[in-house]
Nanobody, 124 residues
Framework: QVQLVESGGGLVQAGGSLRLSCLAS????????MGWFRQAPGQEREFVAG????????YYADSVKGRFTISRDNAKNAVYLQMNNLKPEDTAVYYC?????????????????WGQGTQVTVSS
């Protein structure tokens, strides 16, 4: 089993930055994909960014491309989301997810493990 724990959310003004962290525990990943999703009130959960573990490919939703950067630290079993130039529409609960295969995965059903989420609120 895999446990994912997110941290780093909070309240920030528009134009500001936050860095989310996700630590994975339970077993060592040898080949997988990790991603970030978000869910705003009354909306469906949506893909934000993903990174493949072994081939180091990153990919993003169009809405965050150029503002958000996903990265990972294999030694720490961690993945990060650096969010710059935040906008009020980025306000959501952000979830870390992991999948037991390596591919550019963008759908919720592609992921096998989920964290509990961390709240990000961007004020205008």
């Amino acid at each position: 089993q895999v446990q994912l724990v997110e941290s780093g959310g909070g309240l920030v003004q528009a134009g500001g930055s936050l860095r989310l962290s996700c630590l994975a525990s339970g077993r060592t990943f040898t080949a997988n994909t990790m991603g970030w999703f978000r869910q705003a009130p009354g909306q469906e959960r949506e893909f934000v960014a993903g990174v493949t573990w072994t081939t180091i490919i990153t990919y993003y939703a169009d809405s965050v491309k150029g503002r958000f950067t996903i990265s990972r630290d294999n030694a720490k079993n961690a993945v990060y989301l650096q969010m710059n130039n935040l906008k009020p529409e980025d306000t959501a609960v952000y979830y870390c997810a992991a999948a037991d295969r390596v591919w550019q995965l963008r759908r919720q059903n592609d992921y096998d493990y989920w964290g509990q989420g961390t709240q990000v609120t961007v004020s205008s």
